[in-house]
T-cell receptor, first 117, second 110 residues
Framework: GAVVSQHPSWVICKSGTSVKIECRSLDFQATTMFWYRQFPKQSLMLMAT?????????EQGVEKDKFLINHASLTLSTLTVTSAHPEDSSFYIC?????????????FGPGTRLTVL | DAKTTQPNSMESNEEEPVHLPCNHS???????IHWYRQLPSQGPEYVIHGLTSNVNNRMASLAIAEDRKSSTLILHRATLRDAAVYYCILRQTGANNLFFGTGTRLTVIP
């Protein structure tokens, strides 16, 4: 299957700092990328959807000024958690979809575990 | 998004078949049935998807009821590496994203 990578795989930061997470589609061009968040023992929650070259669409309740998403190329999307606080500690997962691979298949990255102290 | 209902957890013995059920009584004609699984501390992994006909791939089989109100993911021979949370998700044709429910936690007993 298609490969999606994330970097870093885990990060620990101090409260008030900003953290950037990268998501790359390694063997296909992702016209659409998604960012999810998962708290312990809970399911994935969609945060936002981004199309290459356009602004992200955020789900209700997700602060766009806090979670900055940039989808600058067909293989790279970044999520920046600005002024992180302990309640932002979570497992962040990106996902990518290619119109060429098949519109009905979405591939996920391995996730990034963020811990804010 | 149409809702799916899955058992919270299931157990299976190693090397035996596993049938994971999913109810989706409000499914519409354009909804595809997707299955993903998530191993501990990893991102979800695509398993299989279908619309009306049963589907087979190297990972699993998907059996879809004739009225499409339910489906079953079949793992033909469970291994310890199949222990994961399995998510059954409906997505409309052309819809952009996947919304995850609570899934079924599968435990494989050696």
């Amino acid at each position: 299957g298609a490969v999606v990578s994330q970097h870093p795989s885990w990060v620990i930061c101090k409260s008030g700092t900003s953290v950037k997470i990268e998501c790359r589609s390694l063997d296909f061009q992702a016209t659409t990328m998604f960012w999810y968040r998962q708290f312990p023992k809970q399911s994935l929650m969609l945060m936002a959807t981004s199309n290459e070259g356009s602004k992200a669409t955020y789900e209700q309740g997700v602060e766009k000024d806090k979670f900055l998403i940039n989808h600058a190329s067909l293989t790279l999307s970044t999520l920046t958690v600005t002024s992180a606080h302990p309640e932002d500690s979570s497992f962040y997962i990106c996902s990518a979809r290619s119109g060429r691979l098949g519109r009905d298949t979405q591939y996920f990255g391995p996730g990034t575990r963020l811990t804010v102290l | 998004d149409a809702k799916t209902t899955q058992p919270n957890s299931m157990e299976s013995n190693e090397e035996e078949p596993v049938h994971l059920p999913c109810n989706h009584s409000t499914i519409s004609g354009t909804d595809y049935i997707h299955w993903y699984r998530q191993l501990p501390s990893q991102g979800p992994e695509y398993v299989i998807h279908g619309l009306t006909s049963n589907v087979n791939n190297r990972m699993a089989s998907l059996a879809i009821a004739e009225d499409r109100k339910s489906s079953t993911l079949i793992l033909h021979r469970a291994t310890l590496r199949d222990a994961a949370v399995y998510y059954c998700i409906l997505r409309q044709t052309g819809a952009n994203n996947l919304f995850f429910g609570t899934g079924t936690r599968l435990t494989v007993i050696p």
